[in-house]
């Protein structure tokens, strides 16, 4: 009974990037030009250029190079990778990830009475007052238990 490979993904990637070029090249069996769909398979697919640019782009050292593949950003993966590898110097890089954070419950009513969306209820809660936002909140109470 054999394990189960371990699905690479986007985190191994940066992880490997960070590494440097001595470590093992997780890309070396895709070509940097291919006319072919990527199968779901194929370790391109945990390549996010997006994503590797975002988490390159909070330090210091590593920010104009994630400026300039954004530049590139149509680039094969193999190639943006390979650029990473061997362009920056070998780091041990963490940062958090910054999250969404919950809607507040004026922002719930205001959403649900107007129909807006979160961004946009965030913008109009400063025009609202206290006493504004409580009446809201009377019109968004169907009764019942609480």
């Known amino acids: 009974m054999s394990k189960k490979e371990k699905k690479l993904s986007f985190f ?14 997780l890309l070396e069996d ?11 398979e194929s370790p391109e697919k945990a390549y996010v250029p997006f994503m590797v640019n975002r988490s390159l782009s909070f330090f210091n050292d590593t920010v104009l190079f994630a400026n300039e593949m954004n530049r590139y950003a149509s680039l094969p ?7 990473y590898r061997n362009a920056l110097r070998p780091r041990k890089r963490f940062s958090k ?3 969404a954070l919950p809607d507040t419950k004026d ?3 205001i959403k649900e009475h107007y129909g807006y969306s979160s961004e946009k209820a965030r ?24």
Not at 12 to 25: E, F, L, W
Not at 30 to 40: I, P, Q
């Open 77 to 83: 993966a193999k190639m943006q990778y390979d650029f």
């Open 97 to 99: 990830w910054f999250k």
């Open 30 to 40: 895709v070509t940097a030009h291919t006319d072919e769909a990527v199968s779901l």
């Open 12 to 25: 191994d990637i940066v992880s490997n990037i960070n590494a440097g070029p001595k470590s093992k090249d």
């Open 107 to 109: 922002i719930e009513v």
């Open 123 to 146: 913008e109009v809660l400063p025009l609202f007052t206290p006493t504004a936002l409580s009446e809201l909140n009377k019109l968004r109470d169907k009764g019942g238990h609480k």
